[in-house]
């Protein structure tokens, strides 16, 4: 037998008996808005019916966490902390302008810790927040291959297009979308690896639905602009403190918003019509994305890779379409930190796992070294800046596994920091327990200590899900909260450490 035939058959062997594959699918600035969130899980009331049926079909495959939570909702920390499984306040990512291994340590990724098991490690699209000032163009070391990016991509970003547009198939042919560059390039990328020695690790990251919205025209068709409907809420919480809003006037440099007078002031948000065509825009992208990702795991299907490759998929934190009268990320509020994620691991999830349990972002990474059948990550200590591998999180393994719930943490904590003229530095620290979310805006200490002055109270928020899901009440300073606002802040300075016990 020939040497490259034996090698060949050695290798298919090794793909098939070896580990499973990972593909890793992210997507930008994406909320909860699929047909498989229906129910008391999905963004406050919106129309039409989605239409997501790729994302359906895989989450009916896997482990769909249906109340997971990002650590930070704003695209570098919160992609920072996912990667690392390390919350904000250890990787010092609050913004877009740093790298975690400058800030906060020289700590493996989830691309890195394949790559350095033996995984082939291959990067496409969006998955560190770009650019050297943010995560060191795209983290070499995570990755075995050169990073892909979309050659039109910054064709596309371009302000002059709009803040959304439908783009005719004659557009396209001259400047192809960027997402559907990426989709492409997965696919080869998949054909390639098909019979290749080692497993992979291939990241996805599409860069829809983020602003500007921007589509191929059809899927605007599944979107009747007379089915859109306005936010039932579009006024800040009663009882809210000024220091909770984001001033959301990023929006208003797109040349179509020039004249709408648009300030980003509390109880100010964008006039009903261009609210609407936001909203149509916001529904179409995520359809757009839905079918990018269809397209690849069909691929992944046809080439009989599908059963020996874990898939996950999740969308990097919130976004708020005019309820609040907010519009973007950039806060605590349920909209904004509230984002889909699942795990389809084959022969474990095939029938479909759906979780009410609350999870967060941080036990992504754990969860993919298990289901790939490494051994467990270690917890971090305390001062993890020197330790290249340890979660910060949980794996949801537990929830797969068992239908044992008892253990959980059930609880999720998230942050936000705000600079104020008179104050200083303030960190928004935020907590979803199944009935409440609690927030308190505490003085920050920024570098080196990157610590919370408790005592230093700048406004407290208290939502009680259990009857006011849309957060349109703060119930802080009602005095029927008393005892429970008590406990809350009690749980929410302990942590997440408090919560597990450790
Ligand atoms: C992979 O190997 C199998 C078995 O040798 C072969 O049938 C198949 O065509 C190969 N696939 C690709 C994409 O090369
Ligand atoms: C939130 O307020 C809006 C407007 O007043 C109302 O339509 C909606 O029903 C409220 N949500 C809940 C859950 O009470
Ligand atoms: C915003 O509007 C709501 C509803 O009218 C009101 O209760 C709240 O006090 C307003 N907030 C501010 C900061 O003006
Ligand atoms: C914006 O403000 C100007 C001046 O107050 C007013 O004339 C105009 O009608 C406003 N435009 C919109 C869209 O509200
Ligand atoms: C981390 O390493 C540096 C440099 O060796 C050392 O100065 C520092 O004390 C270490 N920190 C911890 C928490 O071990
Ligand atoms: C899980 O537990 C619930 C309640 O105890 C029970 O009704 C259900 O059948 C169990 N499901 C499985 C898959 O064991």
């Given at each position: 037998m020939d040497i490259t035939l034996l090698l060949l058959l050695f290798a298919s062997c090794a793909a098939v008996y070896g580990k499973p594959n990972v593909l890793f699918f992210v997507s930008d600035d994406m909320r909860q808005q699929l047909g498989c969130y229906y129910g008391p899980d999905f963004p406050a009331p919106v129309h039409p019916k989605m239409h997501t049926p790729h994302l359906d079909e895989l989450a009916s495959k896997s482990l769909l966490l249906k109340k997971a939570y990002v650590q930070?909702?704003?695209?570098n920390p919160s992609r920072s902390s996912t990667l690392t499984s390390r919350r904000p306040d250890t990787t010092?990512?609050?913004?877009?302008?740093?790298?975690f291994r400058k800030v906060g340590g020289d700590f493996v990724t989830i691309p890195q810790f394949f790559k350095n098991n033996g995984y082939t490690s291959i990067g496409l699209g969006k998955i560190f927040h770009p650019g050297p000032v943010a995560s060191g163009d795209d983290d070499p070391v995570s990755w075995s291959l050169p990073y892909y990016h979309a050659p039109n991509e910054q064709h596309w970003k371009n302000k002059k297009h709009g803040s959304w547009k439908a783009v005719s198939k004659k557009m396209r042919e001259e400047k192809e979308l960027p997402d559907i560059q990426i989709a492409q390039k997965a696919k080869s990328v998949l054909q390639q690896l098909t019979n290749a020695s080692k497993p992979f690790f291939l990241a996805v990251g599409f860069h829809k639905p983020h602003l500007p919205f921007i589509f191929p025209e059809e899927f605007l068709d599944l979107y009747p602009a007379k089915e859109i409907r306005l936010p039932d809420n579009p006024y800040a919480p009663t009882e809210m403190p000024s220091i909770a809003w984001h001033r959301y006037d990023g929006i208003a440099a797109y040349p179509d918003m020039k004249g709408l007078n648009i300030t980003g002031d509390i109880n100010s948000t964008i006039p009903d019509f261009k609210t609407l065509e936001l909203r149509r825009a916001y529904y179409s992208a995520i359809s757009y994305t839905d079918y990018l990702i269809g397209y690849v795991v069909d691929e992944l299907k046809r080439l009989g890779l599908d059963k020996n490759t874990i898939i996950s998929f999740w969308g990097d934190h919130g976004w708020q379409?005019?309820?609040?009268g907010e519009w973007s990320k950039q806060t605590n509020f349920e909209l904004a930190t509230h984002a889909p994620m699942m795990v389809h691991i084959p022969g474990v999830t095939d029938k479909g796992i759906v979780t009410e349990h609350i999870t967060e972002y941080v036990d992504l990474f754990p969860t993919l070294v298990e289901a790939a059948g490494f051994p467990s990550l270690p917890v971090c200590p305390r001062?993890?800046?020197?330790?290249?591998l340890c979660t910060e999180g949980e794996s949801l393994m537990p929830l797969v596994l068992s239908n044992s719930s008892k253990d959980w943490k059930d609880v999720a904590f998230s942050q936000f920091p705000r600079s104020h003229q008179k104050i200083g530095s303030v960190m928004g620290y935020t907590m979803r327990t199944p009935s409440f979310r609690y927030t308190e805006w505490v003085k920050f200490s920024n570098e080196p200590k990157f610590e919370p002055d408790w005592n230093a109270l700048h406004g407290v928020e208290l939502y009680d899900h259990r009857t006011d899901p849309e957060e349109n009440h703060s119930r802080a300073h009602d005095a029927s909260y008393k005892s429970i606002r008590e406990m809350l802040s009690r749980q929410l300075r302990a942590g997440w450490r408090g919560a597990r016990g450790i």
């Open positions: 930070q909702s704003v695209c010092h990512v609050y913004s877009s302008e740093h790298y379409l005019g309820e609040h001062d993890s800046s020197n330790v290249t």
